[in-house]
Every structure is written in structure tokens, then in C-alpha cells.
């Protein structure tokens, strides 16, 4: 399993080049990136998704709740179709109050139902975004059994060339 999130997160790294460009990283920066997204995963008990998972499950109108823990600013910039948002903080803490930016537990959880085995898929903005960490690790403390995180996030999404909505004017 282990091996698994590695080559995951991995691939997950180098489809999301603006990230910071990996030609630019050393070898010694992306494998902390790498064992960075990997301890998270593993600590916080949740799978990592890539965007071209992300993609299928849509085309496959498969039934899931999808997050963006982005702020509202940038949500409204570009988010994947069908994101609801609420903003989580990029370092989890375990404190709700420092946590969840987005609002009272209770309106998370109306975002992600009273079904705790739905799938929820968590993103925000890159591989070095912690964010979607903080909601995939709160979604997790909150119950919920099938939790994802695309640590690619928006950025992974538009370098794969996939649509984004923009409630930008």
C-alpha cells in the first residue's frame, strides 16, 4: 500500500509542473514533497486521488462530494465543476476553531451529508498546499469512511488542460 501512495503521489507531482517547475527542483526537494504527501496520507487515513481519477469519476457521473478548501476569492477564480467550498487553513492543528476557516462544523457537515460512507474527494491548490490535508484530516475526525485528496489540486487540474469554472466577471 505503501509503495502505492508513493508512485500516486509521485505521479500526482510531475502532472502538476506550475506547481513549481519539477525540471527546476532538485531530486532532494521533490522527494521531500513526495514522503511529505505521503506521511500526510498515511497519518490521516485517507487515499490520494490524481486529476485524471478525479476527471473519470466525473465523466462517470459517479456519486461523491467534492471539496475545494480554498478561500472564496480563489475558489471564485477557478474551481473544478461541482466543488463546494469551505476553507480550511494550510497546517492541521486539530483545533476547529484554527482549522476550518470556512465556518461552524455543522455547515461542513451539511456539505458532505449524513451519509458517512459517500465518498468525499477533498483539493485546494497544489502539491505544497496543505489545505486539502486540513479537510481531508477533519473530514476523516468527522466520521466520514471514503476520503480522497487530489494534492494536485486546481493547478494539477489546469495543467492536465480540464475545464474550471470562474465566477469571475
Given at each position: 500500500m505503501?509503495?502505492?501512495l508513493l508512485a500516486l503521489a509521485l505521479t500526482t507531482l510531475f502532472a502538476a509542473p506550475t506547481f513549481a517547475e519539477p525540471q527546476n527542483l532538485k531530486e532532494n526537494e521533490v522527494e521531500q514533497i513526495v514522503i511529505k504527501i505521503h506521511n500526510e496520507a498515511t497519518h490521516g487515513g485517507y487515499e490520494l486521488l490524481s486529476v485524471g481519477d478525479l476527471k473519470q469519476m466525473l465523466e462517470g457521473k459517479e456519486s461523491f462530494v467534492?471539496?475545494?478548501a480554498h478561500p472564496q476569492a480563489q475558489f471564485n477564480e477557478a474551481s473544478v465543476a461541482g466543488a463546494n467550498n469551505f476553507e480550511f487553513q494550510g497546517?492541521?492543528?486539530?483545533?476547529?476553531s484554527e482549522d476550518a476557516l470556512g465556518g461552524a462544523q455543522d455547515v461542513y457537515k451539511s456539505l458532505l451529508g449524513h451519509d458517512l460512507n459517500k465518498k468525499i474527494v477533498v483539493y485546494c491548490g497544489g502539491n505544497q498546499c496543505g489545505r486539502s490535508n486540513t479537510a481531508a484530516m477533519w473530514t476523516k475526525e468527522l466520521g466520514y469512511h471514503h476520503v480522497y485528496r487530489?494534492?494536485?489540486?486546481?493547478?494539477?487540474?489546469q495543467d492536465a488542460g480540464f475545464p474550471v469554472e470562474s465566477a469571475k466577471k
Open positions: 505503501k509503495k502505492i467534492l471539496i475545494d497546517k492541521f492543528t486539530h483545533k476547529w487530489v494534492t494536485s489540486g486546481i493547478k494539477g487540474w
